[in-house]
C-alpha cells in the first residue's frame, strides 16, 4: 500500500518559516519525480515545487527564492523548507510522487494545511 503522509503545517505569522516533510511508503522512492501542491479555497491546484528522481528542481514564479524542496532518498522523504511566508501562500498543501516514462503512475498525500496569517 503506497502511502504520503505530510506533516509540519500550521498557523504562522506573515515572515514566518515552516518546514513540510513527506515521508513516503510502499514505492521505489528514488526512482519518482516528487512535489509539492498546493490548493488555496477557491482556486485550482497549483504546482508550488518539484524535485526529479536526479534532483532538478523547479518553482512556481510564486515562491522563488522564497521556498526550497528538497528530497532524502535514504529517509524516502521530500522536504519544503519555506521562508518568508505571507497570506497568499495559505493553502492546503499536497505531496505528490510520479514515475513517468512506460508506466505512469502517480500518488498524492492526504494534504496539510499552511495558514499564515497574524
Known amino acids: 500500500q503506497v502511502q504520503l503522509v505530510e506533516s509540519g503545517g500550521g498557523l504562522v505569522q506573515p515572515g514566518g518559516s515552516l518546514r513540510l516533510s513527506c515521508a513516503a511508503s510502499g514505492i521505489t522512492f528514488n526512482i519518482y519525480a516528487t512535489g509539492w501542491y498546493r490548493q488555496a479555497p477557491g482556486k485550482q491546484r497549483e504546482l508550488v515545487a518539484r524535485?526529479?528522481?536526479?534532483?532538478?528542481?523547479n518553482y512556481a514564479d510564486s515562491v522563488k527564492g522564497r521556498f526550497t524542496i528538497s528530497r532524502d532518498n535514504a529517509k524516502n522523504t521530500v522536504y519544503l523548507q519555506m521562508k518568508s511566508l505571507n497570506a497568499e501562500d495559505t493553502a492546503v498543501y499536497y505531496c505528490?510522487?510520479?514515475?513517468?516514462?512506460?508506466?505512469?503512475?502517480?500518488?498524492w498525500g492526504q494534504g496539510t494545511q499552511v495558514t499564515v496569517s497574524s
Open positions: 505528490h510522487a510520479e514515475q513517468g516514462g512506460s508506466t505512469f503512475r502517480e500518488y
Open positions: 524535485v526529479t528522481s536526479g534532483f532538478r528542481t
